[in-house]
């Protein structure tokens, strides 16, 4: 099943469930961990920042696969 997640990233078929990170995270991870590469300040008052940027960009993602 593919919804405003993207559906699994891993998907394991239990005989009738899909088991998985969603895509979603998936690729917010990804972002979140290209970010905190760039060397971008993440102290403390900064980490809500960095998770909400990297959602953004899973978003975006998300909606460049439906183009």
């Known amino acids: 099943m593919i919804d405003e997640t993207g559906g699994p990233a891993?998907?394991?078929d239990?005989?009738?469930?899909?088991?998985?990170?969603?895509l979603r995270d998936y690729f917010a991870?990804?972002?979140m961990q290209g970010l905190?590469?760039?060397?971008?300040?993440?102290?403390?008052?900064?980490?809500?920042s960095v998770?909400?940027?990297?959602?953004?960009?899973?978003?975006a993602m998300l909606k460049a696969r439906q183009a």
């Open 10 to 12: 891993f998907p394991l």
């Open 14 to 22: 239990r005989d009738c469930c899909n088991v998985g990170m969603t």
């Open 29 to 31: 991870a990804k972002a």
């Open 36 to 48: 905190l590469a760039s060397g971008i300040e993440c102290g403390p008052d900064d980490v809500a």
């Open 51 to 59: 998770v909400a940027s990297a959602y953004i960009l899973a978003d």
